[in-house]
């Protein structure tokens, strides 16, 4: 009876432990099913943060920075066609002269006496050809004579005036209007043919040479305005091109233009370099995207795109790049949103939520 007493209470012990652990049991699971999330709230919270740009046409302009040099006007190193003494200077460095203006003189004694002399045997070569001529009208001289004394004067008067271009070589003038450089050669000095006695530089407007690479040779136009900047001030100037080169440099592939500025204060001085922001103008109604957009694919370039919200890789075509901006050519259209930021945490097919979108 005892035994049957036992085997029953142990019985009623077991089926009180098994109900409290299935009580248990399924508070634990109430409680778990509601701390868990619904799949909308767990889609929004995985969703990638990320910045957006719709893709719109518009012109495209791109800038390209480069480097050149000032060119005077018009420069010449005023130099002696003659081996002479210089006997007076008539200008003091740094002076502007007007053109023809006498810059130097140089020893013409000698040549002046021979210019009197041919003078003196010009008028009995006159009187001759005067007398031989009465006489051939009289018939009282032969053509032959007379003939003769014609040659000798019209000699004589070609003498005279290669003697006088000799004589006007001694004195040295201003090819132009312009600005005196360093004087070389003072009074007293003995010069040679070819001797550099100063400069003079016509500063009053200046070029502006530059180079600029052959995939951008066509699109610098004539008369077209480009700004530019030197070291020795902040101001912007503006040339306005003027000439091209008629080919390409075959050693750099690169194309030389000038083009010309206004310099009436003087401030811009020939052999400064000049950096330049070419503005060029390539596409009329082209798309552009910003350049942070952009990555490296196998086949070239891609960009992310957001659609519904959800990541697409799509592989594009580029055009011309400015600081900015790049140009696509292929694989976009007008009103597409590109993402431009947090690309390395974007996959395609990821969930993106646009926070901002220009």
Do not use: W
């Not at 709230?41 to 390209?64: K, M, Q």
């Not at 040339?239 to 592939?253: G, N, P």
């Not at 370099?273 to 995207?289: G, Y």
């Not at 597409?336 to 993106?352: F, H, K, M, Q």
């Amino acid at each position: 009876m005892k035994h049957q007493l036992l085997l029953f209470r142990s019985g009623i012990s077991l089926f009180l432990l098994s109900s409290l652990i299935s009580v248990l049991l399924q508070a634990c699971a109430t409680r778990a099913s509601e701390k868990e999330p619904a799949p909308a709230a767990t889609a929004a919270s995985t969703a990638i943060p990320a910045d957006g740009h719709i893709v719109r046409t518009s012109n495209f302009s791109d800038e390209l920075e480069i480097t050149g040099s000032l060119v005077a006007n018009q420069e010449v190193s005023i130099v002696s066609e003659l081996q002479r003494k210089v006997v007076q200077v008539h200008v003091k460095e740094g002076n502007v002269v007007s053109a023809g203006a006498l810059l130097f003189q140089l020893d013409d004694a000698d040549l002046q006496a021979d210019l009197e002399r041919l003078h003196q045997q010009e008028k009995l070569a006159i009187l001759n050809e005067t007398r031989l001529k009465d006489l051939i009208a009289h018939d009282a001289a032969m053509q032959q004579d007379y003939d003769q004394a014609i040659t000798n004067l019209k000699v004589l008067q070609a003498e005279i005036r290669a003697l006088q271009v000799t004589i006007a070589k001694t004195r040295i003038r201003a090819p132009f209007n312009g600005r005196i450089g360093i004087i070389r050669a003072y009074q007293g000095a003995l010069v040679s043919a070819n001797t550099v006695l100063t400069n003079i530089v016509d500063d009053s407007r200046i070029k502006v040479e530059f180079q600029v690479p052959e995939k951008y040779a066509n699109l610098i136009s004539i008369n077209e305005q480009q700004a530019f900047s030197v070291a020795s001030d902040t101001a912007q100037h503006h040339a306005t091109v003027i000439a091209k080169e008629s080919s390409l440099d075959a050693q750099t592939r690169t194309l030389l233009i000038r083009a010309i500025a206004p310099n009436a204060q003087h401030t811009l001085v020939p052999g400064q370099s000049a950096r330049l922001t070419l503005s060029l103008h390539t596409a009329d109604n082209a798309l552009k995207i910003p350049s942070q957009a952009l990555m490296p694919s196998s086949q070239g370039y891609a960009v992310y795109v957001s659609k519904n919200k959800t990541v697409q890789f799509t592989e594009v075509q580029i055009g011309q790049r400015g600081a900015y901006d790049v140009q696509i050519l292929k694989g976009l259209a007008a009103g597409d949103t590109v993402i431009t930021s947090n690309l390395l945490r974007l996959t395609p097919g990821a969930a993106v939520d646009l926070v901002t979108v220009k």
